[in-house]
């Protein structure tokens, strides 16, 4: 199995480089897309829904949402005007569709809630499949959102200032996965969700912060501080933690449906979705605090 993953991973690493420093932004976000298309059918998977209509409206809805969003972006000229819509000063998140990232935001807390409550509170999202196709609407498309964001900052000056920052985002996740992996394996022993997630443990969590940090640090050190240092490492440990939630709440989604992998078309990986849990999460939350701290609301 770990060798099948690493084969997988080898192979769509140099698809990986392209697609994050390459494209203009506008084929960036166009490309994305179809990505997403397909995380939307992977979710569809986990909504418990017997007839097919409900699992091809909710990739249908979410198609036209992320075409709404598009849209926006385009009648904003923000393709070619990015950096003066993001850095304008106060008031950038009051603009559509960019407020929809504190909608995104506060529905992650609620998963949240959730997770602590699983399974106690599992008949508020279980009946019928409309709670769980919203938050998919709202996760997946925020998500979209952010990463095309993240790929626009500072593009006027430097084409690949916004792929770098897309690999630091991946970094913090890879290294808090990766890190817990090693770190729970070697020392854990304190279940961090025993419900939703056995494996999960405390030792991990922290391990994979240190590996966070680091990876992070070191990347950011290379390409030039996003963040003052006092700002940055906060920065990385509260990724983390939401990365750990975006994990978890998708691990809650298919314990629920009984699915363990929301599809089988990475070798070794599973789904695109079991392998993106956490970048629905952590985006919307990068971007928020990483304009905050840099213009403020």
């Known amino acids: 199995m770990l060798k099948q993953r690493v084969i997988t991973a080898l192979l769509l690493l140099p698809l990986a480089i392209v697609l ?31 007839n097919s209509i409900v699992k091809y409206g909710f990739i249908a809805g979410f198609l036209a949402v992320i075409g709404f969003f598009y849209y926006q972006l385009s009648n904003q000229h923000f393709f070619s005007n990015a950096n003066e819509l993001l850095f304008k000063g106060n008031g950038w998140l009051m603009d559509y569709p960019f407020k929809s990232l504190m909608v995104a935001a506060l529905v992650w807390v609620l998963a949240f809630v959730l997770v602590l409550l699983f399974p106690k509170g599992i008949r508020l999202w279980t009946r019928g499949a409309a709670l769980r196709m919203l938050f998919g609407w709202v996760m997946l498309a925020a998500a979209w959102l952010a990463v095309v964001m993240i790929r626009s900052i500072n593009i006027g000056s430097d084409h690949y200032y916004g792929g770098f920052l897309l690999l630091l985002m991946f970094l913090i996740i890879w290294g808090a996965d990766v890190g817990a992996y090693f770190a729970g394996k070697t020392m854990g022993k304190h279940k ?16 994979g912060m240190i590996t966070s940090v680091l990876v992070a640090y070191g990347l950011a050190t290379y390409m030039g501080m996003p963040l003052p240092l006092k700002y940055f490492i906060p920065f990385v ?17 298919k314990r629920q449906a009984g699915v363990k992998d929301t599809s089988n078309i990475l070798p070794g990986h599973g789904g695109l979705l079991d392998r993106l849990d956490s970048t629905l999460s952590v985006a919307p939350f990068f971007v928020i605090l990483l304009l905050w701290l840099s213009t403020g609301f």
């Open 20 to 50: 994050l420093f390459y494209p203009s932004l506008q084929n960036f976000s166009l490309i994305l897309i179809p990505v997403f298309g397909l995380l939307a059918w992977e979710w569809s998977r986990l909504l418990e829904a017997k």
């Open 192 to 207: 961090l969700s025993p419900v939703v997630s056995p494996n999960k443990t405390w030792e991990g969590f922290f391990g």
């Open 237 to 253: 440990l509260l990724l983390v933690v939401v990365s750990v939630i975006g994990d978890l709440f998708v691990s809650m989604l």
